[in-house]
């Protein structure tokens, strides 16, 4: 089965001349093929572990479902013969019979890096999604000490960025009854960071949660124009991210009424779209 991590051998060198051996831990990154009624969909480089989340995010994300019902099945490919060993980097994916099956002529014939989620998409036309969510009229809403408090309850849930130091993370919070601190619904990592939000997304769609109203996501690194429209088409009115947006984020997040942070560190950030969601009080 494929592994989140591996241990290697390793020689550290100093300028001082010294030089030990020890092991190190390593982020897993291995190619999932995504197959859709047996054909290839895509196929994405990432780290092992969540996989269906990864698939049915994705599938969200491209806007081929938005619902737990929409997907019939999800299992990993099964070997012809008598063992029939299951290849855990091939997810076959089967639609309820009322979704339309993407055209799987047009595939993304370049596979996906883990620091692209739209390399390889077969046209530019393609690139832009429609989301089935509107987040212009969700009032969303948090507190700034509670938005300023995210990167660090992101941090302290990275276990494997713990042990490896090479991936990234995305957390979706939900909004508390009692208007108090937002709840950690799921945290995901990644060594894509792309990967990682579609982790999050396909919990939700497979925990049948979406639309996230009200939620905000997380995510350890900047934000782009990939991930304000992943956070749009799961219905996420707040993005809030560690590093800076590009213009085009900003610019998409502007469009459709989304809330762009940007350079939250915990003590102060920019908001770039919608910051009447931000309570300063």
């Given at each position: 089965m494929a592994a989140t991590t591996r241990r290697w051998r390793v020689h550290r060198l100093g300028r001082d001349g010294q030089t030990a051996q020890r092991a190190d831990v390593l982020a897993g990154e291995e190619p999932l093929e995504i197959r859709i009624g047996g054909v290839s969909y895509s196929?994405?480089?990432?780290?092992?572990?969540n996989d269906f989340d990864l698939v049915a995010g994705f599938l969200v994300s491209e806007g081929v479902v938005a619902a737990a019902g929409q997907i019939r099945q999800m299992d990993y490919r099964s070997s012809v013969g008598p063992t029939g060993e299951r290849d855990y980097?091939?997810?076959?994916?089967?639609l309820a019979p009322d979704v339309a099956v993407p055209d799987t002529t047009l595939p993304r014939h370049v596979y996906t890096s883990?620091?692209?989620?739209?390399?390889?998409?077969?046209?530019?036309?393609?690139v832009r999604k429609t989301s089935r969510y509107d987040v212009t009229s969700d009032p969303g809403g948090l507190s700034l000490e509670h938005l300023l408090a995210l990167p660090d309850r992101l941090r302290q849930g990275q276990a494997v960025f713990g042990r490896t130091g090479g991936v990234h993370a995305?957390?979706?919070?939900v909004p508390a009854a009692d208007g108090g601190e937002p709840a950690l619904a799921c945290l995901r990592e990644d060594v894509g960071r792309h990967n990682a939000v579609d982790k999050v997304i396909g919990w939700a769609v497979r925990e049948s949660l979406l639309p996230l109203r009200g939620s905000v996501l997380q995510v350890s690194g900047r934000a782009s124009f990939e991930l304000v429209q992943k956070a749009a088409m799961a219905g996420i009115p707040v993005l809030s991210a560690v590093s800076a947006p590009s213009a085009l984020a900003v610019e998409l997040g502007e469009e459709l009424g989304l809330t762009v942070v940007g350079f939250n560190?915990?003590?102060q950030l920019n908001a770039y779209t919608r910051q009447d969601r931000i309570r300063s009080g």
């Open positions: 196929v994405t480089m990432r780290t092992p572990g980097n091939v997810v076959e994916v089967h883990s620091s692209c989620g739209v390399c390889g998409t077969a046209s530019i036309e393609a995305a957390a979706v919070f560190r915990g003590e």
